[in-house]
């Protein structure tokens, strides 16, 4: 499944930005369980947040936890990632990914790269001082 991430930018510390992650139509995204990870330059890709296909439980990283918030759009096929209070830390290249599988990822491995087969083409947040 190809998706398709925006929303990036540059923008100052304590700035909010909203990512989106979208599905092809023919794809229900709801079906999926759909996170988003980020790269920064040297450094290993990172969980960042994640909602599962099942209820809709949500899931942060402890350095996004309480300033970032996941949450679907059924309708639009989408998946947003809303970044509250930016710090120049959260520099990096955000990628978002979906379970495509008929599988349900596992709690215990849903901050795990590999529980996710599709990934979108990554877009680029710049926090400065």
């Known amino acids: 499944v190809q998706l398709q991430a925006s929303g990036g930018g540059l923008v100052q510390t304590g700035d909010s930005l909203s990512l989106s992650c979208a599905a092809p139509?023919?794809?229900?995204?709801?079906?999926?369980?759909v996170a988003w990870f980020r790269q920064a330059p040297g450094k290993e890709r990172e969980f960042v947040a994640a909602i599962r296909r099942s209820g809709g439980h949500k899931y942060y990283g402890d350095s996004v936890k309480g300033r970032f918030t996941i949450s679907r759009d059924n309708g639009k096929n989408t998946v947003h990632l809303q970044l509250n209070s930016l710090k120049p830390e959260d520099t990096a290249v955000y990628y978002c990914?979906?379970?495509?599988?008929?599988?349900?990822?596992?709690?215990?491995?849903?901050?795990?790269?590999?529980?996710?087969?599709?990934w979108g083409q990554g877009t680029q947040i710049t926090v400065s001082p």
């Open positions: 990914a979906a379970r495509t599988l008929v599988s349900e990822v596992i709690v215990s491995a849903i901050r795990l790269r590999e529980s996710y087969d599709s």
């Open positions: 139509p023919e794809r229900t995204f709801s079906r999926y369980s």
